[in-house]
């Protein structure tokens, strides 16, 4: 199975520094052209397109969807970015990402949702993405759901931030 994995694009939050987590915001008028270039550039076949539910990430979709008219069209929830309770709506750096990252079931920020509640969530959509019978699935989502994803189907995956409208291939 090939699984491409698509970051929504820049929203003015992701611009400005402003964590959203589960706070749905739109994309920019830079996301949009990016979204459009990344649509542009892709010349997979696919047979199917999963996104998520947040509008940031809907929005990319759906410009996909336009070169794919035909191609079945899902939105999931857990295909969320990790929910950071407290931070939504704050600056970047007010936050030490590096321990909120690090630990599995408590968290350093309140309200936020445990790393294993995300990554239960995500299994699951995997688990869900490999019993379906697609062969090729562009996936649009966010950075954190991303990597979570490559540390489900890989062991030697690194922990980076992916650009806005980038597109990370894995085969599983």
Not at 5 to 31: F, K, M, P, Y
Not at 99 to 115: G, K, M, Q, R, Y
Request: proline fraction near 3%; charge should be positive; glycine fraction near 6%.
């Amino acid at each position: 199975m090939e699984l491409f994995l698509l970051r929504h694009g820049e929203t003015d939050a992701n611009a400005d520094g402003i964590v959203q987590g589960w706070l749905d915001t739109n994309l920019s008028r830079r996301g949009r052209g990016q979204a459009q270039g990344a649509a542009k550039r892709f010349e997979q076949p696919i047979d199917a397109i999963y996104s998520s539910d947040l509008s940031r990430a809907r929005q990319t979709a759906e410009i996909f969807r336009k070169k794919y008219p035909a191609i079945p069209y899902f939105e999931d929830s857990r295909l969320r970015e990790r929910g950071f309770g407290d931070a939504e709506g704050t600056h970047r750096d007010k936050h030490d990402w590096e321990v909120f990252w690090a630990s599995s079931d408590t968290v350093s920020i309140p309200n936020a949702e445990a790393l294993s509640e995300f990554s239960r969530r995500v299994k699951a959509f995997m688990e869900m993405v490999r019993k379906s019978g697609f062969s090729n699935v562009l996936i649009v989502t966010h950075g954190g759901t991303i990597n979570q994803l490559q540390d489900i189907t890989s062991t030697n995956h690194k922990r980076k931030r992916p650009d806005n409208a980038s597109i990370t291939h894995i085969t599983i």
